[in-house]
Nanobody, 116 residues
Framework: QVGLVESGGGLVQPGGSLRLSCAAS????????MAWYRQAPGKPRELVAE???????AYADSVKGRFAASRDNAKNTLHLQMSSLKPEDTAVYYC??????????WGQGTQVTVSS
């Protein structure tokens, strides 16, 4: 079965950390660019981080220096290590890729809430 499944979200205090994971199935994971997006209530979905097939990364300005994306091709898994979290990081976080056979894939999302 083809799909992406995120995990690791939750409630964290400002300044805290969380690690999100995205498990891919049914695709040759190592061949595809992967990305993390997020969507806060009432706002459009925005790109947070990108990881190339070779592991190179790029980040939105709002998370640079605080978030680190990585991939484990042996485990078909994408990660997002989030540190120094702020209330404005509160959103549903989604894993995304574009494939040759199956088009765009999105996970179901995982909720991250930063609040004291």
């Amino acid at each position: 079965q083809v799909g992406l499944v995120e995990s690791g979200g939750g409630l964290v205090q400002p300044g805290g950390s969380l690690r999100l994971s995205c498990a891919a199935s049914g695709i040759i994971f190592s061949r595809y660019y992967m990305a993390w997006y997020r969507q806060a209530p009432g706002k459009p979905r925005e790109l947070v981080a990108e990881v190339s097939t070779g592991g190179s990364t790029a980040y939105a300005d709002s998370v640079k220096g605080r978030f680190a994306a990585s991939r484990d091709n042996a485990k078909n898994t994408l990660h997002l290590q989030m540190s120094s979290l702020k209330p404005e990081d509160t959103a549903v976080y989604y894993c995304h890729t574009k494939t040759f056979l199956h088009g765009e894939l999105w996970g179901q999302g995982t909720q991250v809430t930063v609040s004291s």
